[in-house]
């Protein structure tokens, strides 16, 4: 089993910063892919950014130049810079990690956190 706790969330002013973290542990072999996805209600859950293993990265447009996603492989642990936040930024964050769990399996399973809620205001 593979958990992820996501720390971090919480309240800022629009033009403020929040940095969050989420921590992978368990039955892991190799992280392939972790980042963060957002959902407010009514919508749908949309990727914010995520770091492969070879560290490219896929950021969303909304976010670049805002936001920082970065990796600590030896702590399986990944961080979300967020910079000058808007409003609409306003969600639950997720954490989300795409694991292979053996070294004899390809296989990847696909883990989330519990969410963090991050409230920005005008």
């Known amino acids: 089993q593979v958990q992820l706790v996501e720390s971090g969330g919480g309240s800022a002013q629009a033009g403020g910063s929040l940095r969050l973290s989420c921590v992978a542990s368990?039955?892991?072999?190799?992280?392939?892919?972790i980042g963060w996805y957002r959902q407010v209600p009514g919508k749908q859950r949309e990727l914010v950014a995520r770091?492969?293993?070879?560290?490219?990265?896929d950021v969303v447009g909304s976010v670049k130049g805002r936001f920082t996603i970065s990796r600590d492989n030896a702590k399986k642990t990944v961080y979300l810079q967020m910079n000058s936040l808007r409003p609409e930024d306003t969600a639950v964050y997720y954490c989300?990690?795409?694991?292979?769990?053996?070294?004899?399996?390809?296989?990847?399973?696909?883990?989330w956190g519990q969410g963090t809620q991050v409230t920005v205001s005008s």
């Open positions: 368990g039955s892991i072999f190799s992280i392939n892919r």
């Open positions: 989300w990690a795409s694991v292979t769990v053996r070294s004899d399996a390809t296989t990847e399973f696909q883990y």
């Open positions: 770091v492969h293993s070879g560290g490219s990265t």
